[in-house]
T-cell receptor
Framework: ETGVTQSPTHLIKTRGQQVTLRCSSQ?????VSWYQQALGQGPQFIFQ???????GRGNFPPRFSGLQFPNYSSELNVNALELDDSALYLC?????????????FGPGTRLLVL | QKEVEQDPGPLSVPEGAIVSLNCTYS??????FMWYRQYSRKGPELLMY????GNKEDGRFTAQVDKSSKYISLFIRDSQPSDSATYLC????????????FGQGTRLTINP
């Protein structure tokens, strides 16, 4: 186990609704990255938060937004849900050490949009 | 062209076989290479992490990087049914945020 936790584990929403997913990072890690994994695909980078600031973003529209809190936990918010948003959402925590960083993943939240 | 290409398989081999999993990448600036293992309905688990060209061994697993060919491999010796999972290669991109760029994943089944 990595020590990264996510909630909820599963979620069913309808098109147009909004959803909030939560992530608690591994102890001592100040960076959280979010990824979307569609069925049969590798994870795709959504964005990263470092010390409560967005530190980079992938090719996702603005309706995907996030937050990081002082305890380094994080939220991913998705507005105006679309069917294609159905996926496994993964968060990964890390502690940059000036070179590479190893990212440790949580178990994911499986979102189904109907 | 995708930044990281990986044959999705599926790949099915008998127990005890040597398994070879491969990826290619397009950006020669990439320096850090990972292999993750993902069991069904779980998050990816870091298996191997290499920085330079050459081989890195950890038990039954060997990661190989050839930067001149932009080719990375994972070898599994004496494969076990518990190795059945999806294997994801990933490159750490450090242009801007340090983000992982994943291949599609190869689904591997080890048959007893």
């Amino acid at each position: 186990e990595t020590g990264v936790t996510q909630s909820p584990t599963h979620l069913i929403k309808t098109r147009g609704q909004q959803v909030t997913l939560r992530c608690s990072s591994q102890s001592g890690h100040n960076t959280v990255s979010w990824y979307q994994q569609a069925l049969g695909q590798g994870p795709q980078f959504i964005f990263q938060y470092y010390r409560e600031e967005e530190n980079g973003r992938g090719n996702f529209p603005p309706r995907f937004s996030g937050l990081q809190f002082p305890n380094y936990s994080s939220e991913l918010n998705v507005n105006a849900l679309e069917l294609d948003d159905s996926a496994l959402y993964l968060c990964a925590s890390s502690f940059p050490r000036g070179g590479s960083e190893t990212q440790y993943f949580g178990p994911g939240t499986r979102l189904l949009v109907l | 062209q995708k930044e990281v290409e990986q044959d999705p398989g599926p790949l099915s081999v008998p127990e005890g076989a040597i398994v070879s999993l491969n990826c290619t990448y397009s950006n020669s600036a990439f320096q850090y290479f990972m292999w993750y293992r993902q069991y069904s309905r779980k998050g990816p688990e870091l298996l191997m992490y290499t920085y330079s060209s050459g081989n890195k061994e950890d038990g039954r697993f060997t990661a190989q990087v050839d930067k001149s060919s932009k080719y990375i491999s994972l070898f599994i010796r004496d494969s076990q049914p518990s190795d059945s999972a999806t294997y994801l290669c990933a490159i750490l991109s450090i242009q801007g945020a340090q983000k992982l760029v994943f291949g599609q994943g190869t689904r591997l089944t080890i048959n007893p």
